[in-house]
DNA sequence: GCATTGCAAAGTGCATACAGATTGATCGAA
DNA sequence: TTCGATCAATCTGTATGCACTTTGCAATGC
């Protein structure tokens, strides 16, 4: 748990944690008094956890009744991966336009480097380089809200997609793109980055498409 | 006030309305107690409501310090509407593709009709007619994330562009601009559709940006 | 046997109270 | 006169307690 901030930054940094790595999965109850004696508070912060978590998306909130993880309905969940193709392509044609010389030398590393992950099949590391492959698009495209708007949605959609590099060959195609969207980088080729950026959400999508929830 | 909700949805739509109609201007201090008195609530809802006004970036929170209207910088501001020039893009190319026979005639009528608030120099109404104008171009995206950030990116910016129409001949180029939109979307020509949406924010982008603080 | 009503247990919504932090002012010393 | 320190006032952060709402179960009536 890190220790900046405070109580309830902590809590809902935490709470969001379980959320995100499948601790908790999507219907789950958030009952407040045990969340209390878990972090040892009173349920004043925790309330106003929960609050924030609820403005986040990750739960879902109804007056006199207990917080539930989101549980979102397929047709949601697409158009979370729609709006997340389309935010990455504008990231990625942006990024294109402003990176500085130094950020796209660093874009191109991380990507050179991750090729011995690809090799070694070490499906973890390749999901943490994978994550600071994107947030540097996000960066390079010099735009904070774009890159607010782009975060939040990463996060509401990580529960959906923990497992998207357990599939086979994925690992391989997902470099091979990453490659495709560096080039066009490289090149300042915004329009061939946008395109390259947005369908590969576009099959990260398929991929990830069996852990929807049947919708409600 | 609306009386649905909780007290504390009431009071966070309450205190957005301020902000949004510019009866709060950036910078103002939102102390608990005042505001609990002047609901006649205590401490409590107060603060649960101030979290999710945080959370939807309409007051900046710091740890034993009041909150306060939120007051963004040039560069912020800026972004922001960038962003907004991205999204209302996507809607008006994702429309042009998407939007039902019915949903183009009646986007088509909207703007048909405003003609007259344009001759008449209806500021006010022709400002209403502009909302329900963009938000008709949000839903017809059928994107329901996309909606969601574009609003919320709407709230956030409001106040920075309430006097938008009172310049000197906004509202003929405004309505010209939506012509241009209306007639993408009739064609279903998605490019265009974008484009002409995007610089739509754009000009707006420039006759609000007297309004911005100057930066942190 | 089934439905309906009443009750109790559990949980949320809000108020109050206290503890800790911050700010500004005043007093003293250089 | 000015700088610094200390203290008081004010405000935020958290705990606790009470009231209301919901829900499940049981008992009673049909």
New binding site residues.
């Given amino acids: 748990m890190i220790r900046t901030g405070?109580?309830?930054e902590q809590m809902v940094r935490a709470i969001a944690d379980m959320i995100v790595t499948g601790e908790m999965l999507p219907g789950a109850?958030?009952?407040?008094?045990?969340l209390?004696v878990r972090f040892?508070?009173?349920?004043?912060?925790v309330?106003?956890a929960l609050r924030e978590l609820g403005a986040m998306g990750l739960i879902a909130?109804?007056?006199?009744?207990?917080?539930v993880v989101t549980n979102v309905t397929e047709a949601y969940l697409h158009s979370m991966f729609e709006a997340m193709a389309e935010l990455e392509a504008i990231c990625a044609r942006l990024s294109a336009e402003r990176m500085t010389v130094d950020e796209r030398r660093a874009l191109e590393l991380e990507h050179r480097e991750s090729v011995r992950l690809v090799h070694a099949g070490a499906e973890e590391e390749y999901s943490a380089h994978n994550t600071e492959f994107h947030t540097r698009l996000y960066r390079g495209a010099h735009n904070d809200h774009v890159f607010e708007m782009v975060t939040q949605t990463r996060a509401r959609l990580a529960p959906f997609r923990r497992a998207q590099f357990r599939l086979p060959g994925r690992l391989a195609k997902s470099y091979e793109e990453h490659g495709r969207i560096v080039t066009a980088i490289m090149r300042a080729d915004a329009a061939a980055a946008g395109q390259a950026a947005y369908s590969h959400v576009e099959i990260v999508s398929d991929a990830s498409a069996v852990f929807a929830t049947p919708g409600e």
């Fill in positions: 405070t109580t309830v109850k958030l009952d407040e008094v045990s209390a040892d508070v009173s349920r004043t912060p309330r106003e909130r109804e007056p006199n009744r207990s917080a």
